[in-house]
């Protein structure tokens, strides 16, 4: 399976690279990364081994499940990482559109992003400090994912992420390790929702 020799390829990288953002960094954590990254590569593959595009989906998974556990443990979101997950996606995507000769997709990818971009500051602007610029970055970098799809898959990843956020931060107020007004990583349940119309 290609996402197994992908994994474990990736995986010694991805342990690597999160290295400095592990509160206390041990062989034992470096371990289990590795060994999660395989894991999310099986089952990505297992999914999605079908797709022509099977490569960007491994890429979102990996990354953003990197970028989800920075978040959860610093409430940050490093540019870098988004760059990352962005490039990796647009490249297998506009290979393939090409490949198949359809170069209107990828101004559909571009034209998803530019709109949740700008519909993010829009918010940002109503609210002031409701969003984190991060997240609003996050939901940009993640639209061309969704774009590939069509626009009805982009209109419901930003639904399901926002519904899964505003779910987990009830989940956390509810058990009590969080109040109504306290401050929550919000990368984690925006990238679990936005998974859902993919699937």
């Not at 491994?58 to 997950?85: E, K, Q």
């Not at 109503?126 to 970055?137: E, F, I, K």
Request: hydrophobic letters at 65%.
């Amino acid at each position: 399976m290609a996402t197994v020799v992908w994994g474990l390829v990736a995986a010694p990288l991805v342990a690597v690279s999160l290295w400095s953002w592990l509160p206390r960094p041990s062989a034992w954590s470096l371990s289990s990364l590795a060994a999660a990254t395989v894991l999310l590569s099986a089952a990505v593959g297992r999914w999605f081994g079908e797709s022509p595009v099977l490569a960007a989906w491994w890429w979102l998974a990996v990354v953003g499940s990197a970028l989800a556990l920075i978040d959860s443990m610093h409430h940050r979101l490093p540019h870098p990482w988004l760059t990352i997950l962005l490039l990796g996606g647009a490249v297998v995507f506009a290979v393939e559109a090409m490949t198949i000769h359809q170069p209107q997709v990828v101004v559909r990818l571009v034209a998803a992003s530019i709109a949740v971009l700008a519909l993010g500051l829009l918010v940002q602007w109503l609210a002031p400090g409701q969003v984190g610029y991060g997240d609003t970055l996050l939901l940009t970098v993640v639209a061309p994912f969704w774009a590939w799809h069509g626009w009805s898959t982009v209109a419901a990843g930003l639904l399901c992420a926002h519904l899964v956020l505003g779910l987990l931060a009830c989940v956390a107020w509810i058990a009590g390790s969080r109040g109504p007004e306290a401050r929550i990583a919000a990368g984690p349940g925006l990238l679990l929702g936005a998974w859902l119309p993919l699937l």
